[in-house]
């Protein structure tokens, strides 16, 4: 096993942790910085990576309303 699956393997353990404690709700962005304040020096992406290769997934709780153009000018 190469150092980075090895590395690659205690950060997928941290984002399920972490994952656990925020009830599904972290996204990528701030899953990483969870994951920089536990100590682990990663990039937004690679979180991302690891998220998407190992179906974690987090749970819309509200609906994204789009407003539109009109009601800004």
Do not use: F
């Amino acid at each position: 096993m190469s150092r980075r699956h090895r590395g690659d393997m205690v950060i997928l353990a941290d984002i399920r942790a972490q994952r656990r404690m925020s009830l599904q709700r972290y996204g990528q962005p701030r899953m990483t910085e969870e994951l920089q304040e536990l100590g682990n020096q990663v990039g937004q992406w690679h979180v991302g990576r690891l998220m998407r290769e190992n179906g974690v997934k987090i749970i819309k709780t509200q609906k994204h309303k789009v407003k539109s153009i009109k009601n800004l000018i």
